[in-house]
C-alpha cells in the first residue's frame, strides 16, 4: 500500500500528509490561510501573556487583558487595558517585542522570509503567498496582471528587502535614540533597551512605551521626537515603495512606478494637511498648543499628524483636543498608511483611487488616468470595497461599543478608528472598557490588521465563474 501512495504521488506518512494538506489549503485560499495562522498565533501569545512569568507580580492575567494585549500586539496596534510598561515582567516585554515584529511584517512574509533563510530558495507557492500577503488583488484566484509595484518574479527580492530593511531602519533609530536617553540620565543598560524598543514600536507603528511616563519625557527633545517620526513615516509608505527606492538607487535611469509616486505623494499631502489643520484648530487651546511659540506648534503639530495615520505616540493628552481636531485625526487614522506596511487603515492609494475616480467622473472621461498612466476598474472596485467594508466595521463596532458603555461619541469613535486603523492612540475609553467591550475592541483590531479585503475574500469564494449576464439597467445615483 505504501508503494501505491508514493506512486500516485501522495505522502507515505501521517506528518508528510498533513503538510501536503495544509500547502493545498494554502494554494488553494491565502486569504483564509492567512486568517487561521494571524487567529492560531494570536491563541498562542494570549496564552504566554497570561502565564504568572509574564506578569511583574508574578501573577495570572485576567483573559479579557491576555488577549486584547495579544491582539494588539500581533495586529501592530498600541491600544491596551493595561499599563504596559508596569503590568508586564521582562518576559512579557520580550513577548511584545517579538510579537510586533511578526505582526508587522505580516504572518505570510515572515513564513516565506524563514523559508528562504533555511532552504535559500524560494518555491512557486511561498512565492504566491508571500505576494498575496504584499497585493490584495491576488487574494483572489485566477490570472493577476503583472503591470503592478511587485512583480512575481522579484518577491523574493522583496523578501530580503523586509528583512533587511527592518533590520538596518530599526538599528539607525537605536542608534539616534541612544544618545539622547545617555543624556537625559538613564543608565546604558536601560538606555540600550529603551532605544531598541522604541525604535522598533516606531518603524512598526505600535506606539507601546517601555517606560510608565511614556515619551512625556522627551516632549521638548525634537532630536528624539523626529527620530521617532522618521522610524513611524518608513514604516507606514509600505514594503513596495521601500523596495522600489532601494532598486532604483542602483539604477542610472531611475523610474518610479505608479503605486510609488500615489504613496509617497498622498502621504506627504496628507501630513502637511493634518499639520496645517491641527495648527490652525489647537494653536488657540490652552491644554494642547495654545501655550507653546509659533515654532514649537509647527513642530507638535507635524508630530501628531505623522503620528496620527498610525504611529500611535503623543506627546500630549488625546481627549484635551478639541472636538474638531479630534474629528480630523479620525480621517486621518481611517486612511492610514500605505498598501503593504506595518500602518493600519483602507491605505493612502485607496483614498487616492477614490479621488481619481472621483476626478474622472467630473470631468466626463471613462478613464482614471495619473502620471500618465491608466488605472484598470477592477482597482477602483477594490477601493469600494476597502472603504465600505471599513466603513462597516467602524460603524458596526462604534454602536456596540455606544450601547455597552455609553460613553460619548466623538471619544468611542476615535478609540474605535483607532483600533480599526491600528494607530493606538486614545481618549482613554479603552483602559475603562468592560470585559464586553474588551472583546468587540479586539475583534476590531482584527478586522483592521488582517485587511477588510483578506476578510471578505476569506468569507466568500473567492472568484465565481458567471455563465450568464442579466439584463442592464441603470439605477438613479446621487
Known sequence: MSATRVARGLPATPVGRVRAAINAFAARSPSRFAILVFTLLILVFTLLFSLPISSANGRWTPLADSLFTAVSVICV????????????????????????????????TMASILGLVISRKLGLRAKLMAASDSNPLRMHSGPVAEGQAVRLGEVGKLLTTVAISMVV??????????????????????????????????????????????????????????ALMIGVFLGAIGFPVIFAIASNLRQKRRRWGIHVKLTVLTSLILLVAGAVLYIVLEYDNPKTFGHLDAGHTVFQSFFLSTMARSGGFSTIPIDDLHGSSLLVTDMLMFIGGGSASTAGGIKVTTLAVLFLAAFAEARGVESMDAFKRRIPIDVLRLSVSVALWGATIVAVSSILILQITKAPLDHVLFDVISAFATCGLSTGLTERLPDAGVYVMAATMFCGRVGTVTLAAALAQSQRRQLYHNPEERPLVG
Not at 89 to 103: C, E, K, N, P, T
Open 77 to 108: 496596534t498600541g491600544l491596551s487595558t493595561v499599563d504596559m510598561a508596569t503590568h508586564w515582567s521582562v518576559f512579557g516585554h520580550l513577548l511584545v517585542y517579538i510579537g510586533v515584529q511578526v505582526g508587522a511584517v505580516g504572518v505570510l
Open 169 to 226: 531602519i530599526e538599528g539607525g533609530i537605536a542608534l539616534l535614540l541612544f544618545p539622547r536617553m545617555l543624556i537625559a540620565g538613564i543608565d546604558v543598560g536601560t538606555a540600550a533597551w529603551e532605544s531598541l524598543y522604541y525604535s522598533a514600536m516606531a518603524f512598526t507603528n505600535t506606539g507601546f512605551t517601555p517606560n510608565a511616563e511614556g515619551i512625556q519625557a522627551f516632549a521638548t527633545d525634537y532630536w528624539f521626537l523626529t
